[in-house]
């Protein structure tokens, strides 16, 4: 997949300015394109469980009501009808789980999610989505399709830098067999419904489809889990034979290994590489070499702290590898903040696209963390404050993208 070389803005709709999908949304896309933006990426558009967790929604289908500007237009049975019609595969399972009055809502939100995109799109801003790898435990497709997961186990990460006992997730693990044998019909369905809805999307746990951290369901943490084999790539080229190219960015962080990245590779996908974690010995940067042009470079991401919140906390080694790669830039801090030296220093980079919080544009602390991961509540609640994105904060940051060479053609 050929990427323009762009840039874009990571914020989930639950943070703008009362959440929905209504006129702050539009505004902020006026925004994106005001600052010369070429993208907006969100987190997964599913109902999201108590917490407010969107990676745990209850359909890996249907979008959100709660995201709704008018959750109470008037939809016909028609429409209704005609929905049903062109979402076969899962329409009538999530129905049946959600209760009277699902369906028109997802009536409600292709209208709505439609008419933003469109409005996008004539401005040059595209979208951006996110496809978790796991489905919520007894949610719709836990329901609908029980035979195609494995009883008994759960999802989770072994030990990692965000948690000594690993995470222990909790969703129902995938039967890879059961899923072979229907052509991998289920993930075909799914991908063609996330095309629905974005341009692009990032998966979620690449290295899940490699090997996968397998947790027996009586364990209180991911500690002792054991690795088991992924289907690989003959899941990706179902999707492709039926569906096309692949627009898929790899979120390919964590435990790495060689047959991972082999398998990214294979398929053309870009990968990642995040800021927060290139400066934990000198030359982080540079190692990465001439690959830096197949990855999608971000500051940090939604499972990251802000970074102004990591320059607080960083480690010596970290602020000085930090502003080494900052000076080999022509990036000098004496002249602005960290922050955004280093959001220009992610703009600079050779990835063809690089993707910035919000939250870091906006130079906010560790109060606008948007998720901690390891941690069961206070998570997913930040919000955008009204008159924050300004005109000014827009031509610093089409500023930015112009030097880099970003800027839309």
Known sequence: MNLARSSGILLHPTSLPHGRLGAEAYRFVDWLAKAGQSWWQVLPLGPPD??????RAASAFAGWPGLLAHPRAKVTAEQVEDFVARHPYWA????????????????????EWAALRAYAAERGVRLVGDLPIYVAPGGADHRAW???????LVSGVPPDLFTSTGQLW???????????????????ERFRRTFELVDLTRVDHFRGFVAYWSVSARMRTARRGV???????PLFDAVRASLGELRVIAEDLGVITPPVERLRDELGLPGMLVLQ?????????????????????????????TTAGWWASASRE??????????????????????????????????????VPLQDVLGLGSEARMNTPGRGSGNWGWQLRGGELTG?????LQEATATAGRLAR
């Open 227 to 233: 690795w088991r084999r992924g289907p690989g790539r």
């Open 318 to 355: 970290e602020r000085r590898n930090a502003r080494q790669a900052l000076h080999d830039r022509g990036i000098e801090l004496h002249s602005e903040p960290p922050y955004w030296a280093l959001v220009r220093l992610a703009l600079s980079l050779r990835g063809s696209l690089a993707i």
């Open 170 to 188: 909790g969703n129902p693990l995938y039967d890879w067999g059961a899923m072979r044998a229907t052509g991998y019909r289920w993930w075909v």
């Open 146 to 152: 029980p035979e195609l997961f494995k009883p008994g």
């Open 92 to 111: 009538g399972s999530w129905g049946a789980y959600a209760g009277p009055g699902a369906l028109a809502d997802q009536v409600r939100f292709e209208r």
């Open 277 to 305: 974690f290139a400066f934990g010995r000198p030359g982080g940067l540079e190692r990465l070499g001439p690959e830096l042009s197949n990855r999608v470079v971000y500051t940090g991401t939604h499972d990251n702290d």
């Open 392 to 396: 000014e904060l827009a031509a610093r």
């Open 50 to 55: 108590e917490s407010g967790s969107p990676y």
